[in-house]
């Protein structure tokens, strides 16, 4: 709560430590509780009495920020256009330009600043004014030291978190953009062309195709290049959580709605609201979930499991499956009702044996991302590549991905040779020759599981990162392209050193 007490008498310049405005008339020896230890940031402060401005500065700059003075909103409004600040503390009353002109010049520069208002009229109506043109904060004068200290804290710990989504949604940008859907073959060439003429509309899209096409990076793809692509694009697979759980994950519950909701808890449709909802294996669910899912995409509302209020979403429905949903209607697993609210824009990505020209470009893209992220300079052989273009890759785009993660791991030299490539027959074929029980066997020890050979793989490419990162964790997550928590994890299974990279 902001200190009510009458203003102390203007102190002596230059004024002690604790006797400005934060000052309390209690503490021992008139000085303040140290504050606790913060990140410095670069702060704008704006007031026109002299006294004032110069002790709220003294309060910043001796907790580690970077302080510049403004005499008055004139002042400060120049001062924004030649250089940007994290944070402006401005006072609201000024003569000449006041402090809701600065507010709205520091809302307006790129990135915006996080803005406190400060004001000895500290009136709820100025508040409201004050956060409503987007203070972040609003601070009455006098006020103690430590409230300033903190209340600049959360204004920087803002900035920064917003300044992490902004580089979040470029890095979203950058790696799922259309630019990174791998292929040149005509039939990928057709589902680009569609990509690109659907993505700026909210029509809804199903997209089908085998498993390990890539449906999943494809509908990220329209994600990112929609009007919506810095907006949430949220994921949910539904083959992977069971039925009874499906509707309370994609539309909340109240709490006490079953056992074990001890607390409320929003749904994905309202954690994608403004972006995208990606409903993945759409056809693995059942017909009592499809009906309520239909009522969504009609009405853009959805109840949270215990409640009777609808909640408004507005959100784009991206659904995809391997299955044929309309054998599944026939069948009647699956409402054709909501087939043809789903299938507005139908999308399918054909496996990888009807477009062969697709692989060498593929095979070279997975090798270069795995080289980057082992500090390795692995090729392909000629004979090598022929070879996996003259596979029918029953996996598609995954099983391509798996083998040449696993060529790149065990082969011992910079270039890969068409005999280290041992590829699973695709379902029902013939073994080859030598392969059966009583045939002719390859002499020689086993080569290591595929898991070991992935965790092999996974162990360089981590060890790598931190020695070219210096042990700077954040960073080592950001290039391999995960998050903080996981690298963590993985770092625990494997026993690696953080500050080095060796186990």
């Known amino acids: 709560m902001p200190h009510r007490s009458s ?45 004032m401005r110069a002790t709220t500065a003294m309060i910043l700059r001796s907790a580690g920020h970077r302080v510049v003075e403004a005499d008055g909103g004139e002042a400060a409004l120049q001062r924004l256009q030649a250089e940007a600040f994290d944070v402006v503390i401005t006072d609201l009353r000024m003569a000449g330009t006041g402090g809701m002109a600065v507010l709205r010049a520091a809302r307006q520069t790129s990135p915006p600043c996080e803005v406190i208002v400060m004001t000895a009229y500290g009136t709820i109506e100025s508040a409201v004014e004050a956060v409503r043109s987007g203070a972040h904060d609003f601070l009455a004068k006098p006020f103690k030291e430590e409230e300033l200290l903190l209340r600049t804290a959360r204004a920087l710990e803002k900035r920064r978190l917003v300044g992490e989504v902004s580089l979040l949604t470029g890095e979203f940008r950058r790696r799922h953009g259309l630019e990174h859907v791998v292929g040149r073959s005509r039939a990928m060439r057709e589902v680009l062309d569609r990509v690109e003429r659907i993505a700026h509309s909210d029509a809804t899209v199903l997209i089908t195709g085998e498993s390990g096409t890539g449906k999943e990076i494809v509908a990220r793809a329209i994600h990112v290049t929609s009007r919506r692509g810095d907006r949430a694009f949220v994921p949910v697979n539904c083959a992977a959580i069971t039925e009874t759980l499906l509707e309370s994950e994609l539309f909340g ?45 009609q009405d853009g509302e959805i109840r949270r499991v215990g409640e009777s209020a609808p909640v408004q979403v507005d959100v784009r429905i991206l659904a995809a499956t391997n299955q044929d949903l309309r054998r599944a209607i026939a069948e009647r697993r699956f409402r054709e009702d909501l087939f043809y609210r789903l299938n507005v824009v139908p999308l399918r990505i054909p496996p990888l044996r009807e477009r062969p020209e697709d692989v060498p470009l593929l095979a070279a893209h997975f090798l270069a991302s795995y080289n980057a992220r082992a500090g390795t300079d692995k090729v392909l ?100 392209g995960i998050s903080p928590t996981t690298l963590w994890r993985k770092m625990k299974r494997l026993g690696i050193d953080g500050r080095s990279g060796s186990p």
Do not use: C, Y
């Not at 749904?267 to 693995?284: K, P, Q, R």
């Not at 379902?427 to 020689?444: F, I």
């Open 381 to 480: 052989g000629r004979g090598a590549m022929d070879r996996l273009t003259a596979h029918a890759w029953p996996g598609n785009v995954r099983e391509l991905e798996n083998v040449i993660e696993q060529l790149a791991a065990l082969s011992r030299d910079r270039e890969i040779r068409a005999e280290e490539i041992q590829l699973e027959p695709p379902p029902g074929a013939a073994p080859p020759a030598g392969a059966g029980g009583g045939g002719d066997r390859a002499e020689g020890p086993p080569g290591p599981t595929l898991a070991a050979a992935v965790e092999l793989a996974e162990r360089q490419a981590i060890e790598a990162a931190v020695r070219r990162r210096g042990g700077e964790l954040a960073l080592v997550a950001r290039e391999l």
């Open 7 to 51: 203003p102390p008498p203007p102190p002596p310049p230059p004024p002690p430590r604790g006797a400005g405005p934060d000052a309390d008339p209690g503490a021992p020896s008139g000085r303040a509780a140290p504050p606790p230890p913060l990140a410095g940031g670069s702060v704008l402060v704006v007031d026109d009495q002299r006294n």
């Open 253 to 297: 519950h109240a709490r006490g709605a079953f056992t074990g909701a001890t607390r409320a808890r929003r749904g994905l449709f309202e954690e994608a609201s403004g972006g995208t909802l990606f409903v993945d294996e759409i056809g693995e669910t059942a017909p009592g979930f499809q009906a309520k899912l239909l009522r969504a995409l």
